[in-house]
């Protein structure tokens, strides 16, 4: 996780990418917790089965959409 709303994710295949989440918290109300509550943001976890990150139960990024959106560091 870096600053600024951005998850930085490296997949079991060695992929990285910076996952930028400011437009999911505009545009999709459970997300908007994450800019609310103080320190939400910081609380990401990855779930057991490795599909999604995720901060609560309203809360998840599915993988697949982080590492087909996310990008590539320079």
Same mark, same amino acid.
């Given at each position: 996780m870096l600053d600024n709303d951005i998850l930085w994710v490296e997949f079991d295949d060695g992929h990285k990418v910076m996952y !930028?989440?400011? !437009? !999911?918290?505009?545009t999709?109300?459970? +997300? *908007?917790? %994450? *800019?609310?509550v103080y320190g %939400? +943001? =910081? #609380?990401v976890q990855v779930d057991t089965s490795r599909t999604c990150v995720y901060?609560? !139960?309203q809360i998840d990024l599915a993988? =697949?959409?982080? /590492?087909? /959106?996310? #990008?590539?560091?320079q």
């Open positions: !930028d989440v400011k !437009d !999911d918290i505009t999709i109300p459970s +997300f *908007r917790p %994450l *800019r609310e %939400l +943001f =910081n #609380q901060w609560n !139960d993988s =697949n959409s982080i /590492y087909e /959106y996310g #990008q590539t560091p």
